[in-house]
């Protein structure tokens, strides 16, 4: 098994950056997917990004393509998600999930962190 805390949420404004960190605990780290998900308010929880084992590949959402960037460090068991160019509708709770296989669906995910807050102010 595997723990994880995320850190990093807070208010920002349109246009601003935030790096959210998630540190990983419990079992090898490099042994898991890991990927982050957002859930705005009254909203399922959606795929934000993924990486694999090594960091070598990542796959995005559409809607932050060209504006997150996820990378992890094996080392020290963290992952992290650099969000730049901040909208009003990147609003949400943010969680790192993580699992033995690539996936982008919520379900198939088999450890959460608590989530940390993201908003965006206009």
């Known amino acids: 098994q595997v723990q994880l805390v995320e850190s990093g949420g807070g208010l920002v404004q349109v246009g601003g950056s935030l790096r959210l960190s998630c540190a990983a605990s419990g079992d090898t780290f490099s042994r898991y997917v890991m990927a982050w998900f957002r859930q705005a308010p009254g909203k399922e929880r959606k795929f934000v990004a993924v990486?694999?084992?090594?960091?070598?590949?990542?796959w995005y959402e559409d809607s932050v393509k060209g504006r997150f960037t996820i990378s992890r460090d094996n080392a020290k068991n963290a992952v992290h998600l650099q969000m730049n160019s901040l909208k009003p509708e990147d609003t949400a709770v943010y969680y790192c999930?993580?699992?033995?296989?690539?996936?982008?669906?919520?379900?198939?995910?088999?450890?959460w962190g608590q989530g940390t807050q993201v908003t965006v102010s206009s």
């Open positions: 990486i694999n084992w090594s960091g070598g590949r990542s």
């Open positions: 999930a993580a699992r033995i296989l690539i996936a982008t669906d919520a379900a198939d995910y088999d450890y």
